[in-house]
């Protein structure tokens, strides 16, 4: 007999991106409740050093602590290449899982030739997390990574998909991409490193073409959250789990840019302002 | 006789962009000592709210003032048009000059019809800090803003200008540019209310036309900036000033990225790494 386990899961994203992950949680996950911290304050963390980055992610760890959570999802790429060891290290207790090994995990299952392109944050594309990742689940895979935090904007202003928004993402993958669609060198897969990146789903694959399989790690990590708790006789069963919002910057934009990324409505009430810098 | 006053003046941006105004002004003032400080590792500040870019310049201010600063430039449209009226209350002592309001009074001077377009980001849009300054100085004056956060990220990012930064400036400008160039309502004059969007001139001046004045508060804020030191008696004459770099985050990309936004080559290692988040 499962035992059940209603404190909430934590996911800390550096704003709404991993609201992308909210709802696959959700979805994947409908008697669970979820509590969800965006750094807005600091915003985006694609462009900013690890140092800073791992600061940033055990201040908001330390934030969601307060709420008693379970497990904790580092719901954004950036957070998790750069801080994901360090805040095992400093919660060895707390059950943590990010979005690189999922993301990996999906990407080496999905391919064919093992030519696997990752598009993240210059951050991510910097420490190279998925590219370890994916070498350490298939060594002889060929990977190969593009900084596009340009996506980032784009995904927050709402250009998702038409001429212009494909213009911008084929110069952006050129050097993925160069080859012709039937070399040997072009890849069967393209992960998809930040959160923000699945909005423009549409104009990507345009752009690649349907052969290449896109991995969105939303999804995959969902499910990695499903099996642990799971495995670990920790769910908590049903379907009425609450969905709370936190906040460390203009509740507002939150609320008005969130349905780029969810697909439940959030209004500005529901979405509490809180501080975290002072976290040391 | 002039007196002499050889106290740094600091310069505060939320990261690269106000380096624009650091060339322009050590160009105008080639004996003063300069300290630019840009807060990395919380840019951009476009994006945020009124309350945390306050409380982030208020932060930006107290880590200067510890370099007995004879004037703070707020070098970011964005901090300047959301914090100078609180850093001013604050700090009534302080000789204080932002971007906004010499920006304004350039537009004013250079605009033959009124029709004074303005591009800023979100931030700037939203609290219309140009549009009331144009109009305190010429209260007839036909202004219009937009808001165009992703020129930041392309300013960043080196993509100034061809045929696909052209469409991007076009469709982003599409509300402010949407007549027929002889038509009466065709802005003559555009205020580029950020920072970083003179690394966009060529793109955007091809876009909307060689009739339409581009107005960049670089230059112009430099030319105020001289002309108060010299009417207070508080110049530092010569030709041989220091310029002191700080961030809060990454002195590496710093370094990198500054030659999209300044003449001179900056070192890594000449760049010094503090910390405000934690002045309250």
């Known amino acids: 007999m499962s035992q059940s386990d209603s404190r909430p899961i934590g996911l800390f994203d550096s704003g709404v991106g991993g609201l992308s992950v909210l709802n696959a949680t959700r979805l994947a996950l409908p008697g669970e409740n979820l509590i969800y911290l965006g750094d807005t304050a600091r915003v985006p963390y694609g462009t ?41 290290a400093s919660y060895p207790e707390l059950h943590i899982i990010g979005v690189i090994d999922p993301g990996a995990r999906a990407a080496v299952n999905v391919t064919r030739t093992g030519k696997i392109g990752v598009i993240a944050t210059e951050s991510t594309v910097n420490n190279q997390a998925y590219q370890k990742a994916i070498l350490s689940l298939m060594p002889d895979a060929n990977v190969k990574s593009a900084g596009c935090s340009l996506f980032v904007a784009l995904a927050e202003e709402g250009w998702h998909e038409g001429e212009l928004v494909e213009a911008i993402v084929k110069r952006s993958l050129s050097g993925l991409f160069d080859h012709y669609r039937d070399s040997d060198d ?83 009430e529901q979405v509490e302002l809180i501080d975290i810098q002072h976290f040391v």
């Open 186 to 268: 072009y890849p069967d897969t393209l992960v998809l490193g930040c959160t923000h990146f699945p909005a423009l789903k549409t104009a990507i694959s345009r752009v690649v073409g349907d052969s290449v399989s896109l991995v969105d790690s939303a999804v995959t990590t969902a499910a990695v959250v499903k099996k642990q708790l799971t495995d670990r006789g920790m769910l908590n069963p049903g379907s009425d789990g609450y969905v709370r919002f936190l906040v460390t910057d203009g509740p507002e934009r939150f609320a008005r840019v969130a349905p780029r990324f969810y697909s439940e409505t959030i209004e500005a």
């Open 48 to 88: 900013k050093s690890s140092l800073s980055i791992t600061r940033y992610a055990e201040q908001a760890l330390k934030a969601l602590l307060r709420y008693d959570i379970k497990t904790l999802v580092v719901a954004c790429n950036t957070a998790a290449a750069a801080a994901l060891d360090a805040l095992q």
